[in-house]
């Protein structure tokens, strides 16, 4: 008898705590091998201008200051850092090269890398070097870079960056429909901010000609690929470890200048060299994100059905267009339709380069902004229209009997998606009958000792589950235990856990059978292709499940080599013992002894997995300080198959307080000439335990994926998309009789104060 | 964010320490909790020559109470503030202001001598010495001097203490027992310096007349101030009605000097130091 | 200089310059990388330590101004191999996840309980607002924390006795 599925579902307590609670983690920073020595980045301290020189003398001149390398030293030809996703031919104009050479694009853009005894020395050289920029007009707003005054790529003759479309039906219903309203939404620039900040440790073995780089995230196998073709060895010469990860959430594990600098000085020094990203630089050398500023429109019946939906966004990618820059304005053009039913639509999404820190993809890239505007309209359009705000979703919301749902294509590099499976009506009731809306519709709008009260409601669809494909290996050890190898990559989110929890099942073994699970380092599987866009767990864990069957189809036919017997024959119990005809046994630790037994096995995904949900608040405005407290925040997400229901609230909880953040905190300002003003954790401001106490995520499992064996579907961002969205819409409802709408993010007091302000001299205003 | 290299010194007698200085040509920095200054060398804002570490110097941690009011070494920190039960009654607005200071971390070490010498605009315990008519005693190489704490604080992170010298200690006047008070300040997060802040407190004269109103507003301008205007109001009334208080935050509103940043618009400010006197009187009427 | 303290414990002699930090002092110099730095500026807490039985965040301290000090690092919380109440009940509660603000959330709390055993939810909150954690959100550390405090109340108790 074997138990099955006793391990999938339940709230298992993480294996990756054991040594993290102890202090006893490993994070790059923590690698301390003798005979290092450390490197500090000089950055460009001017937003924009020609490079003219660099003069390191006085750095090479100070004690301990060992090498200091600049575009000078890299040969004739700089390299330019690849795209990972979305790499169209357009885009490459604007990659970044791994060091800047002819001109500077934004503040914090590496010129230098200095190589020292220690990290202060290092820091100590980087303040030695001096550099001569003749400075151009930093180009800082979307109307500088529209007129095109001052270009930062010259050769392109335009600041005006490929954009995408999504697109269905037609739009000339607009021409007829009865009711239409158009509005501009704009999100403020701002990011992941992980608590570990970037490092490499990167060393170069002169005989054996082999570079070894610890400090690998997300994508190690990607960015393998990419060092090896920038540096010019061979795969096969790179190792690129995994250590623990502070964090990752979309910037961390990218392919940044620093991570050819680093080799590439330690291959020249034929030296170990370690840099550790600090917090100044992390803010403005790690990608940034969400800045965008979208026009959308919407066309309705009169009972709030949508008819379609149109309009122009712009996203500010920043000075250069990184790895996956291009994605945020792809997801604004292929989300702003959420869970609901568009039938014509034709939004477009373009991007511009401006004097800024590059962007990245941040936990819900695009989702994010998307679900603010399109949530936003819906509570605007329900006003006009005389409609309850729950009704206009639930008339609009895609029905279980629609799926698979075909959403709007997405061009360039075209994708047709599909809405999968699932029932979006009820993790909407779940999330109102948790929030208490019908109890607490009475508040909306109501003054209680000076503070307004208003209720939101938000729906979503979160993609996950990318593809291509994920690698995984499960070896039978000598011992009887098995050791999980996968090709995701731990970003903390637990996979060690879940990844045995879903080994473990399938193996029918305990999880202390499963003595390792080892991720992310490009020596444990043939490829990988890491974590993000929520996907470890559904394309790792399915990869597992194909070496798992592929390790017993190969145990039961060794078995029967040993046992004389057909390996149908032969049936494994409790993974410990194969049985064949007649009751003759073998014990696998005896086979493992004896035969290598572990195989490899993978997933190949063509389609997404589409987890969905809803989110609620109440909030209460102080109309004199601006202050919004949120009193509840609720989201509700169902997921496909829960494996783990400790994590994945986890999960929930901690998108949302992100989500949290961005919409009252976070907030990259800028001055005129491209000088970064919130530089530190005292000025960007993250949100803390006593700024959001009332947080709640509920994590449902009713609907599990068709697409993949394992039957998740993604959960790592659906607490963080309708944040914007459900608080704007609470606000909005708090102040009703002042008529303020909540159009620009962050939701900060002041802000909240102006709209007031700006509300009290409007003559529409009834007060 | 490695430090700069500094020399290190470690006094054992306020002489001595003032003699360092004295040699040091201005490029030395005292460190009593390092809770400002080492942030400042983290980033290379500061980068002296020699810092000196006050840690060792003895009677500087100490919390006097007479009848002459509080007497604060300038070592002190915020932690001993709060941990001192006779504060809660012989200085209330102190303690009530302090527990605003910043994160627990950070008052376990941070030192009101730090703060006073930090002199940020928005920062508490400058706010609270501004409003209590505070004495600063400073102590250099030609002796020791006392300085009003409304002619200490000069401009961000700029203060009437010359080169050479050094904060020794704070006295705050004797606090009447029947004095009604009122802190409040708004910041973005919990301990994050305020936006605005207000600090205040009346008593009553023989027939019963509001008097001695001392109103100081943080985070408004480029220093602590008092606002006599709003003082003015008040003293020698018999009660605050709505009207009043209405005034008072126009009033504050009005007279308050604050200026764009990248937090605010002035005009948020403004208005919100009118709430936060607001608030702050109410509570003290409570 | 050459600096004498007492980790964890133990009496430990240490070379440092005067500019580093008591954070890097430990990390590198004495190998206990269990305390993390997130910030280097006093803002996130990652790096928090107790020193004479005080929560003080050690990238603000020279590793000099440690002279003669008692300190506790998160290596120094748990003996041998169990977890205590507090390491327990961030685990059940699920109270980290990529371990990175994990050291510094577990110093401070542990300061915090056995200072005040009795604390609510709101001190909790308010005294962990000085620590960062991007991952979880925070609700799980609060509950980690407060679940923790009867253990800390039946240390108080026992020393009382």
Not at chain 2, 182 to 207: K, T, Y
Not at chain 2, 233 to 257: C, F, P, Q, R, Y
Request: charged share 25%; aromatic share 6%; hydrophobic share 40%.
């Amino acid at each position: 008898m074997t138990v099955a599925n006793a391990l999938v579902g339940s709230p298992i307590e993480r294996v990756e705590d054991l040594r993290f609670l102890r202090g006893r983690g490993q994070y790059v920073g923590d690698l301390n091998f003798d005979d290092t020595l450390h490197a500090a980045v000089f950055r460009s301290p001017v937003a924009h201008g020609k490079l003219i020189s660099v003069d390191k003398s006085a750095a090479l001149a100070i004690p301990g200051v060992h090498a200091v390398f600049t575009a000078a030293d890299l040969g004739d030809v700089i390299p330019y850092i690849p795209m990972r996703l979305h790499p169209l031919p357009e885009l490459e104009p604007f990659w970044q090269p791994v060091v800047a050479y002819d001109k500077v694009r934004y503040v914090g853009e590496p010129i230098a890398l200095v190589v020292a005894d220690s990290a202060a020395i290092a820091e100590d050289g980087v303040d030695a070097i001096e550099v001569e920029i003749e400075p151009l007009p930093a180009v800082m707003t979307k109307p500088q870079a529209e007129s095109g005054e001052t270009l930062l790529f010259d050769k392109k003759g335009t600041n005006e960056v490929l954009g995408y479309r999504g697109y269905r039906g037609d739009v000339s219903i607009f021409d007829t429909a009865p009711y239409t309203r158009k509005e501009r939404f704009t999100v403020q620039r701002h990011t992941a901010v992980p608590m570990e900040p970037r490092g490499l440790l990167a060393e170069w073995d002169a005989e054996r000609q082999h570079l070894t780089m610890w400090g690998a995230a997300k994508v190690p196998f990607f960015n393998r690929r990419i060092l090896s073709r920038l540096i010019g060895l061979a795969e096969d010469q790179i190792l690129l470890v995994e250590n623990d990860v502070g964090g990752g959430f979309g910037p961390r594990g990218e392919f940044y200048p620093e991570d050819f600098l680093l080799p590439f000085a330690a291959r020249h020094l034929n030296k170990r060299i370690k840099w550790i990203e600090d917090r100044r630089e992390n803010l403005m050398a790690m990608n940034h994100a969400r800045e965008c500023d979208c026009e959308v429109e919407i066309a309705c019946d009169l009972k709030g059905r949508i008819l379609g939906l149109r309009g122009r966004g712009v996203v500010d990618i920043g000075a250069y267009m990184r790895t996956n820059g291009a994605v945020g304005a792809r997801n604004i053009a292929q989300f702003i339709s959420g869970p609901y039913r568009v039938p014509n639509m034709n939004y477009e999404v373009g991007m511009i380069v401006t004097n800024k820190t590059p962007v990245g993809t941040y936990r819900g890239p695009g989702r994010f902004e998307a679900d603010f505007f399109r949530e936003r309209m819906l509570d605007m359009i329900a006003e006009d229209l005389g409609i309850d705000r729950v009704e206009i979703r639930r008339r609009n919301l895609v029905t279980h009997a629609e799926m698979p749902y075909r959403m709007a294509s997405i061009t360039p590099f075209d994708a047709d998606d599909e809405l999968d499976s699932g029932d979006y009506s009820e993790t909407l009731d779940r999330c109102l009958a948790e929030i208490g809306w019908d109890e607490k519709a009475a508040l909306n709008g109501k003054e209680i000792d000076g503070r307004y009260h208003g209720l939101g409601i938000a729906c979503f669809v979160e993609a996950g589950g990318a593809g291509p494909k994920e690698f995984a290996r499960v070896t039978l050890e000598k011992t009887g235990d098995y050791t999980v190898y996968v090709g995701s990559a731990a970003v903390g989110q637990g996979i060690e856990t879940v990844f045995a929890q879903i080994a473990g099942d399938a193996l029918e073994v305990p999880m202390s059978r499963i003595t390792g699970v080892h991720h992310g380092s490009t020596r444990n599987v043939s490829d990988g292709f890491g974590a993000y866009h929520s996907r470890s767990t559904v394309m790792g864990g399915s990869a597992i499940l194909d070496a798992v069957a592929k390790l017993k189809d190969m145990i039961r036919a060794e078995a029967g080599r040993r046992l004389n017997c057909s390996a149908d024959a032969v049936e494994i119990v409790e993974g410990t013992t194969a049985i064949g005809p007649g009751g003759r046994s073998i014990a696998l630790a005896e086979l493992a002894a004896e035969t290598d037994l572990s195989v490899e096995g993978s997933f190949i995904n063509k389609r997404l997995s589409w987890a969905y949900g809803a989110h609620a608040t109440h909030v209460a405005v102080d109309a004199e300080t601006g202050h919004v407290e949120v009193l509840d925040y609720i989201a509700v997400e169902d997921v496909g198959r829960i494996i783990n229901p400790l994590t994945m609230t986890g999960q929930i909880v901690g998108s949302i307080m992100q989500g949290l953040g961005g919409t009252f905190l976070e907030h990259f300002k800028y001055d005129e000439n491209g000088q970064l003003l919130t530089g530190s954790l005292a000025d960007y401001m993250l949100p803390t335990a006593s700024d959001f106490p009332k947080v709640r995520g509920i994590p449902m499992g009713n609907h599990p994926s068709p697409m993949n064996p394992v039957g998740a579907k993604g959960g790592g961002e659906g607490g963080i998309f309708s944040v914007a969205g459900v608080i704007g819409n609470a606000v909005a409802a708090a102040l009703k009789s002042f008529n303020v709408q909540p159009r620009d993010l962050p939701l900060s007091p002041p802000q909240i104060w102006e709209l007031l302000q700006a509300a009290r001299q409007s003559p529409s205003s009834p007060q | 964010m490695k430090l700069p290299a500094f020399d290190y010194a470690c006094p054992t007698t306020l002489a001595e320490t003032i003699s360092l200085l004295a040699s040091s040509n201005g490029e030395a920095r005292l460190l009593a909790g390092g809770q400002s200054l080492m942030p400042m060398m983290a980033f290379r804002i500061a980068s002296p020559s020699l810092v000196i570490d006050m840690r060792k110097l003895p009677g500087l941690n100490r919390i006097e109470i007479d009848a002459n009011g509080v007497r604060l070494g300038a070592m002190v920190r915020y932690c001993d503030i709060l941990g001192d039960e006779r504060l809660r009654t012989a200085h209330p607005l102190l303690v009530a202001a302090i527990e605003h200071v910043a994160h627990y971390q950070i008052r376990n070490r941070g030192t009101v001598g730090g703060s006073i010498a930090h002199a940020d605009p928005a920062a508490e315990t400058p706010g609270i010495l501004v409003t209590c008519d505070a004495e600063i005693t400073v102590l250099g190489e030609s002796g020791t001097r006392v300085i009003a704490a409304d002619d200490f604080f000069i401009a961000p992170l700029t203060t009437a203490l010359e080169p050479g010298e050094m904060i020794t200690q704070i006295r705050l006047p004797a606090w009447p027992a029947a004095r009604r008070w009122g802190f409040q300040e708004f910041s973005r997060r919990r301990g994050d310096f305020a936006m605005a802040g207000a600090a205040l407190f009346l008593d009553r004269d023989d027939v019963g007349l509001i008097a001695n109103a001392h109103v100081g507003v943080i985070g408004v301008g480029d220093r602590a101030i008092r606002l006599p205007q709003v003082e003015a109001i008040l003293n020698g009334a018999t009660a605050v009605n709505d009207a009043m208080i209405a005034e008072i935050e126009k009033t504050t509103a009005a007279s308050v000097e604050p200026f764009d940043d990248i937090h605010s618009s002035a005009a948020y400010r403004r208005s919100l130091a009118g709430t936060m006197v607001k608030r702050a009187l109410k509570s003290a009427l409570a | 200089m050459k600096i004498e303290f007492s980790v964890n414990g133990k009496p430990v002699e240490v070379e440092a310059e005067p500019r580093m930090t008591l954070a890097d002092c430990l990390r590198h110099k004495l190998g206990l990388t269990g305390t993390h730095v997130g910030c280097e500026h006093g803002v996130c807490g990652a790096c928090t330590i107790i020193v004479d039985g005080a929560a003080v965040r050690s990238c603000l301290m020279l590793a000099v101004q440690a002279d003669g000090a008692d300190i506790t690092t998160v290596e120094g919380l748990s003996h041998e191999d169990r977890l205590t109440p507090l390491q327990t009940a961030f685990r059940r509660n699920h109270g980290l996840q990529c371990g990175y603000c994990t050291p510094g959330m577990l110093t401070t709390s542990h300061a915090l309980l056995t200072n005040e055993p009795d604390c609510d939810a709101d001190r909790v909150r308010e005294v962990l607002s000085g620590n960062i954690c991007r991952c979880t959100g925070y609700v799980s550390i609060v509950e980690a924390v407060l679940e923790a405090r009867a253990a800390y109340r039946k240390d108080a108790e026992e020393d009382r006795a």
